[in-house]
């Protein structure tokens, strides 16, 4: 996958060198210095608009360009450092296979001096520098090759401008010096350079599951695993990759379609009536899958269980047509007789141990300490059984290992196929 990071702010510390610069600078004109916080807002500019937004209107910015550009230089040379980790990760992407890629609104020559200073000029297969172009996609879309998967990394609005431009989708670095609310138009967020190695991983693969699917034609997405396998997480990251691709979905929440707490628990074995009557698989056949098959498209409200108040009074908009990917996702999911109406089957594999686990911080702060021996005593059976009795994981066409949700794996239960696909049986 090629992932192209921004510098400044994203791998570089550039405000150290920058306020430092800009001081040297404002101390030599006699004038009065800015705050910090106006030289970190426009770090990731190009210089001219750097200068001009932060010196008094009677300074042009053409006048002290470059004796600015000197004292910048001098500080990178002397001082100039990455954000804690940037190395680490920078050798795991490129161990893991990745193309890395710079583009920045900075100069090459500046580039090249960052790199060079840090000692990572190893780890990129290019530099590409925004300042003779009109903005950062434009550079991109030169970058990209044949539909290449790709990420955008980086930490200002031009960054995730130039990726949407580019229907790729992009990580905002919220701990560089971009404006956090435009930041929100981001395909992911992050808070430390350590979250990259987990979202370029979903992110990869997010394309796999695209091309091995979506672009095959296929239009319903089906999403299994156990409890806190992370079905509803990753279901909501891969329709936000989607939209970064300009691929219009929607989610079905297979939870959304409980029976009322009656039929639920309805008999003496509580395992039994669970595992059988706990979702209206023929409401969602009857009410969206069906009809989808049928006309290609619906537009409705579904009304729906309310589990918090066992009534119906959720009222669900569905508005699908022949081109919108149907996500659906959930527990006991891949049986009949919804499993005919499935494309595509991806399970996410974690063990009981791991459920117990993300239960404990999920579930039992809002349940109380007596909902572990409920889920000991009635869901965990309930899912072997389902495991045991249709072998999800082993007919499923795509698996994931989610056991460490920073660093999903593709294909790792596939019973040794070096492919991610297994024939369903």
Do not use: W
């Amino acid at each position: 996958m090629i992932i192209i990071f921004d510098l400044d702010g994203t791998l570089f510390q550039t405000a150290l060198c920058d306020i430092a610069a800009v001081n040297h600078l404002f101390d030599e004109l006699a004038i009065e210095k800015v705050d910090d916080t106006a030289i970190t807002y426009n770090i990731g500019k190009k210089t001219f608009e750097f200068l001009t937004n932060i010196l008094p209107p009677h300074i042009k910015q053409q006048d002290v360009y470059d004796r600015f550009r000197e004292l910048e230089q001098k500080e990178v040379r002397e001082n100039g450092i990455l954000f804690p980790g940037v190395i680490e990760l920078l050798e795991e992407l490129v161990s893991k296979g990745h193309t890395l890629i710079i583009c920045s609104n900075g100069s090459s020559e500046y580039i090249e001096l960052v790199l060079k200073k840090t000692g990572i000029t190893k780890y990129f297969s290019n530099i590409y520098s925004a300042k003779e172009a009109n903005n950062k996609g434009e550079v991109i879309r030169k970058i990209l090759d044949n539909n290449s998967p790709a990420v955008v990394i980086g930490d200002t609005l031009s960054d995730i401008e130039a990726a949407a431009e580019n229907n790729i989708p992009s990580i905002a670095a919220m701990y560089g010096y971009g404006n956090i609310n435009e930041l929100g138009a981001a395909t992911y967020i992050i808070q430390n350079v350590t979250d990259i190695i987990g979202y370029v991983n979903r992110i990869e693969i997010f394309y796999a599951i695209t091309d091995r699917s979506i672009r095959k034609g296929k239009k319903v997405i089906g999403i299994n695993g156990v409890d806190t396998s992370g079905k509803t997480v990753f279901t909501k990251a891969y329709s936000k990759f989607l939209s970064s691709l300009k691929i219009k979905n929607t989610i079905i929440h297979i939870d959304d379609y409980h029976n009322p707490a009656e039929l639920r628990c309805k008999g003496d074995n509580e395992i039994e009536a669970y595992y059988h009557n706990a979702f209206n698989y023929d409401q969602v056949i009857d009410e969206i899958l069906g009809p989808l098959s049928e006309l290609k498209s619906i537009n409705k409200d579904v009304l729906c269980l309310n589990l918090d108040t066992n009534k119906y009074e959720n009222f669900i908009h569905y508005n699908i047509d022949e081109n919108t990917i149907v996500l659906i996702e959930g527990v006991l999911l891949f049986r009949e007789p919804l499993l005919k109406y499935l494309d595509t089957t991806v399970f996410l594999h974690i063990d009981f141990d791991e459920v117990l686990r993300r239960m404990q911080v999920r579930d039992v702060p809002k349940y109380g300490e007596g909902f572990i021996k409920k889920y000991a005593n009635k869901y965990i059976p309930v899912q072997r059984k389902y495991l045991e009795e249709y072998r999800p994981e082993q007919r499923s066409d795509i698996v994931i290992n989610n056991q460490d949700y920073f660093n999903p794996r593709l294909g790792a239960y596939c019973e040794g196929k070096d492919d991610i696909y297994n024939n369903r049986k």
